[in-house]
């Protein structure tokens, strides 16, 4: 056991990410007397925020946002405004990256602050019941509690056969402590992650291979949006290679890497490339934590919860990627208020898992909600399916690139919308609106009689709502 306990809260939180703060920001909201226990707040230029505001969602979409701009003014001539001498400075795209996030690092302090919510630097752990021991920069201080809040997030995985090494190697986290653009990547993983960084180096002007084991790009994803990001990847000039697998990669004499690749039909495939990018998903952050002398059950590494956020351990609550959980921070940070709300004995609601958005901020952007196709017929509906591309637009025409469609999954018997798929400009903005409709249960006809306004990128949605029944305007 450790030291005579030193304060006494209703909740520690142990993790700052989307899950850890937006839980002690609700439990203080809710009168609970809160602390947050964190590794990183006194590291030098780290703090609050977890791995999504330091080593993964913001510092991505900063560098995807200078990709962006970076192609765009390649191509400002089609807009009528001339440009020369366009040229990438990645000194300065690290400086601004930087900046977003440690002005997202202040904002979360703020927050404690404003909400009174104790901040403890350290590595937080169980240390029996009611009790959370901090190993911290002035040695160890307990921490007495009533509830306890598991938020501990994740790290990228390895390969059992390739570790990433920070050099030549590279998981997220390294990337995204990058100082320059490599002359060639090779992407192993083609989720939001992979294909957002091949997206991102492609644009900065790498030459760039994609390699993803499974049939196709964004597996996760309905299968036709998938062939339509795979078809623009490769007119940008992606090297896309699915059910193909990396099996060895070896260091040239040159110093490059040799990527050796196997694909399902046997045929062998190799590249000489500067990087490799794993992109091969994430584990929980669980060690250390003191779960099993706690008698926390785990699975795989996860710690097990109930609807409610609950371990099988009284007053033990979990959130976020450290649990068999749907891993996106705004999903941490929803469940962040079921577990915090829990524990006040406020009124709350489990998270409905199919009514979660996902978002890739590759280009063209893909977002989706609800079920796909194919699982909608899994489930036993009778799919009734509408689609409206986002050429024909007039607002679209005026919009860089203006590929993709959006795509919606209804049920033919009630005419609910299932699901919403949208692959084109501001798809990850669009999928707030078609969120809003799926929570209120509405039908394609009450997507229809919704007027939108015009012009905009939202008619795509009315539009395919009107094609689910055959009589869309414009299609």
Not at 157 to 164: M, N, V, W
Not at 189 to 201: I, K, Q, R
Not at 328 to 346: F, K, Q
Not at 352 to 372: F, H, K, M
């Amino acid at each position: 056991m450790s030291s005579t306990p030193s304060a006494t809260y209703d909740v520690v939180v142990i993790g700052s990410g989307p899950g850890g703060y937006v839980a002690a920001i609700r439990a203080a909201q809710l009168g609970l007397r809160t602390a947050i226990v964190e590794k990183d707040a006194k590291a030098p230029g780290v703090g609050l925020g977890g791995t999504c505001l330091h080593r993964g969602c913001i510092p991505t979409k900063a560098m995807l946002k200078s990709a962006t701009l970076f192609d765009e003014v390649k191509h400002a001539s089609d807009f009528g405004v001339r440009t020369t001498g366009v040229e990438l400075d990645f000194e300065t795209v690290r400086r601004f990256r930087d900046k977003v996030v440690v002005k997202g690092a202040r904002g979360v302090e703020y927050l404690m602050k404003k909400n009174k919510v104790d901040v403890v630097a350290g590595f937080g752990r169980l240390d029996g019941p009611g009790r959370v021991a901090v190993a911290g920069p002035e040695g160890e201080k307990v921490l007495e509690t009533a509830n306890v809040i598991l938020a501990t997030g994740s790290a990228p995985r390895d390969l059992p056969f390739l570790k990433a090494d920070g050099a030549k190697i590279l998981n997220s986290d390294h990337v995204l402590k990058s100082t320059h653009v490599p002359k060639s990547v090779l992407v192993i993983g083609s989720g939001a992650v992979g294909s957002e960084f091949a997206s991102c180096y492609s644009r900065y002007g790498a030459k760039t291979i994609l390699v993803e084991v499974l049939p196709r790009l964004l597996p996760v994803e309905d299968e036709e949006i998938s062939k339509e990001v795979e078809k623009s990847f490769r007119k940008k000039g992606i090297e896309c290679c699915t059910g193909t697998a990396v099996e060895a990669v070896a260091e040239n004499p040159d110093g490059t890497l040799k990527v050796a690749a196997k694909t399902a039909a046997g045929d062998s495939k190799s590249w000489d490339v500067e990087w490799v990018i794993l992109a091969v998903g994430r584990r929980p952050v669980t060690e250390g934590l003191g779960l099993e002398a706690a008698g926390v059950a785990t699975e795989r590494g996860y710690v097990k919860v109930d609807a409610f956020q609950r371990t099988n351990v009284p007053n033990v609550y979990a959130i976020g990627d450290c649990t068999p959980t749907i891993w996106l921070a705004h999903v941490a940070s929803a469940e962040a208020i079921v577990a915090a709300e829990t524990i006040a004995g406020h009124r709350t609601e489990p998270i409905n898992r199919d009514q979660v958005p996902g978002c890739t901020y590759c280009d063209p952007e893909v977002a989706s909600i609800g079920l796909t196709e194919a699982k909608a017929k899994e489930r036993g509906f009778d799919v009734k399916v509408g689609k409206f591309g986002f050429q024909v637009l007039a607002k679209s025409a005026m919009e860089h690139t203006n590929e993709g469609f959006v795509k919606i999954v209804s049920d033919r018997k009630y005419d609910e919308v299932l699901g919403v798929h949208i692959v084109g400009p501001h798809a990850t903005e669009l999928i707030g609106q078609a969120a809003a409709f799926l929570r209120c249960e509405a039908t394609t006809e009450e997507m229809v009689r919704t007027i939108h306004a015009h012009p905009t990128l939202t008619e795509a949605l009315h539009e395919a709502a009107e094609a689910v029944g055959g009589h869309n305007i414009h299609g």
